[in-house]
């Protein structure tokens, strides 16, 4: 299998683990927000073993989130060095990579998809809602071979959790925070093992949680943030179809296909293209789309590792 498919394979436990959350809000809410915290900072120490080996902390205050990351990541035989800082905010997300010593930043995805959510009425919105829960329960039923990932309760280093388990791997979060506490699982070659080891909360934040290091210039990705600005259009007009999944595409392939590429997505005939044509159409512009759509999703977890 190309490392592309492979990719989307994961792609695909992000979404089904993240798909709950994000519909879970009541109906008055706006499911793309992130829930806010219930309490005034926190602190967050995570170990990482497995295909990445090393270590995160995650900073939380008010409508600000910094996760601080040095770890290696060996996959299909590379190895990958990271040590980088994502900060996000309501309205804005910035990436730093402390090696090459440069940052990018773009509007938060979540933030347009939230957007384009207000802009509908509330019929429109129940429909939205009623989809995107649909396109998760079919993906999921669809990668994991039937039936729908169930959300259970439990606790974890204290914490009460909502444990989902998909493709193997099993994710435990926060239930009043939506912070992921610990992912651990396999598939096809690539182990994870994030886990929480120290979790504080209302404490003060050191002067550099949140902020770019001196020296490093933030460059704003025009290009980028117009791609999540379309996809997140694009996106919504799709959910908002009270047709759409009728003629197959919320399933598990067509719902992934779906969610990085709506337009293709929404317009195709499921048996006009050879699984050979799908698979292998457009690898780089895929890769470049699936990037993008993992940024949407990553927002989902709450952090934006």
Not at 14 to 31: D, F, V, Y
Not at 148 to 174: N, Q
Not at 276 to 281: H, I, R, V
Request: aromatic share 6%.
């Amino acid at each position: 299998m190309r490392l592309f498919g492979k990719k989307m394979l994961t792609a695909g436990l992000a979404l089904c683990l993240g798909m709950a959350w994000a519909t879970g809000a009541g109906a008055a809410e706006n499911p793309f927000l992130l829930k806010k915290i219930p309490f005034k900072s926190a602190i967050i120490d995570y170990k990482m073993s497995g295909s990445s080996n090393g270590a995160a902390k995650l900073y939380l205050k008010g409508d600000l989130r910094a996760k601080h990351t040095d770890a290696v990541t060996k996959v299909f035989g590379m190895t990958n060095k990271e040590k980088k800082i994502d900060i996000t905010k309501t309205k804005t997300v910035i990436h730093v990579d402390l090696i090459k010593k440069e940052a990018t930043e773009t509007g938060n995805p979540m933030y347009y998809m939230a957007q384009e959510y207000d802009k509908l009425n509330p019929a429109e919105q129940k429909t939205v809602r009623k989809n995107a829960e649909h396109m998760g329960a079919s993906i999921a039923s669809g990668l994991t071979g039937g039936g729908k990932p169930e959300v259970k309760k439990g606790t974890y280093k204290g914490k009460p959790v909502d444990i989902v388990t998909v493709m193997g791997f099993t994710s435990y979060s926060w239930t009043k925070a939506a912070i992921p506490l610990k992912v651990t699982g396999s598939i096809m070659g690539v182990s994870i093992n994030e886990e929480a080891t120290n979790i504080k909360t209302n404490v003060s934040m050191p002067g550099n949680a949140f902020k770019v290091p001196g020296g490093i210039k933030v460059r704003f990705d025009k290009q980028a943030d117009q791609k999540m600005r379309e996809m997140a259009r694009n996106w919504i007009d799709m959910l908002k179809d009270p047709e759409f999944g009728k003629n197959g595409q919320a399933g598990a392939a067509g719902g992934l296909g779906a969610l990085f590429n709506p337009s293709a997505a929404k317009n195709r005939d499921p048996e006009s293209q050879s699984e050979a044509e799908t698979s292998d159409q457009g690898g780089d512009d895929a890769d470049e789309t699936l990037k993008q759509g993992m940024k949407m999703l990553k927002g989902i977890f709450g952090s934006s590792d």
